[in-house]
């Protein structure tokens, strides 16, 4: 009942600048991941309410081309307005059951197959599970369950990701905690922008 958003809500997509441009002039759309180790399944990533993570990652992925399905020369954001519609949201315990129930039936799937279950991993000597096989592969599950019975398909997953150091001895919290949205229905996304400097000039609204 209180799945569907209720309002609009930005998001930030790191990339390079050249990608900015063209999806800004409506000559080009945002690509959907498809790789097997993305953490809330196959779609388009934003961050929520951050464009600051969202350059840090273009920055990691010039870094780290490899990395990057598009190599990035120019570290850039673009701003994205998005309603969630149909979402599978994480930060709601109802569906955590349901992430739960996606995780039973992979498990059932593999018990006569002959190949293993996917495993979450980090990358290197990060502690961070980076690498999130196994979560993609619950997520898409429930897609794919959903699409079998003829229900309403998610436009939409949401999650919190912990990542990183803490911030201080002792916290409950990371250098890279952070909410991310996963848009799987491109009429999720009602506009793009180019995100502002703040103007100091005035107080913050």
């Known amino acids: 009942m209180y799945s569907t958003g209720t309002g609009l809500i930005l998001g930030f997509h790191g990339c390079d600048k050249s990608v900015v441009e063209k999806v800004l002039n409506g000559h080009q759309s945002l690509k959907h991941s498809?790789?097997?180790?993305?953490?809330?399944?196959?779609?388009?990533?934003?961050?929520?309410?951050?464009?600051?993570?969202?350059?840090?990652?273009?920055?990691?992925l010039k870094k780290n081309p490899e990395r990057a399905n598009n190599p990035i020369k120019e570290p850039a954001v673009i701003g994205a307005v998005l309603k969630l519609g149909n979402c599978l949201d994480l930060l709601d315990y109802q569906n955590l059951k349901l992430l739960k129930f996606g995780y039973e039936i992979l498990t059932e799937s593999y018990k006569f197959s002959e190949f293993k279950m996917p495993v979450n991993k980090p990358i290197g000597n990060l502690n961070d599970l980076l690498l999130r096989?196994?979560?993609?592969?619950?997520?898409?599950?429930?897609?794919?369950?959903r699409k079998e019975n003829g229900l309403v398909p998610f436009d939409s997953v949401r999650g919190v990701f912990w990542e990183g150091q803490e911030i201080y001895p002792n916290a409950g919290f990371r250098e890279k905690d952070q909410i991310q949205i996963c848009i799987r229905n491109p009429n999720a996304v009602k506009g793009f922008f180019l995100p502002r400097d703040l103007n100091h000039h005035f107080s913050k609204v």
Not at 133 to 145: G, N, P, R, S
């Open 34 to 60: 498809n790789n097997k180790y993305d953490w809330l399944g196959n779609g388009v990533y934003f961050w929520e309410n951050s464009p600051s993570r969202a350059m840090e990652y273009a920055r990691h």
């Open 133 to 145: 096989d196994l979560d993609c592969a619950v997520i898409e599950t429930l897609h794919q369950v």
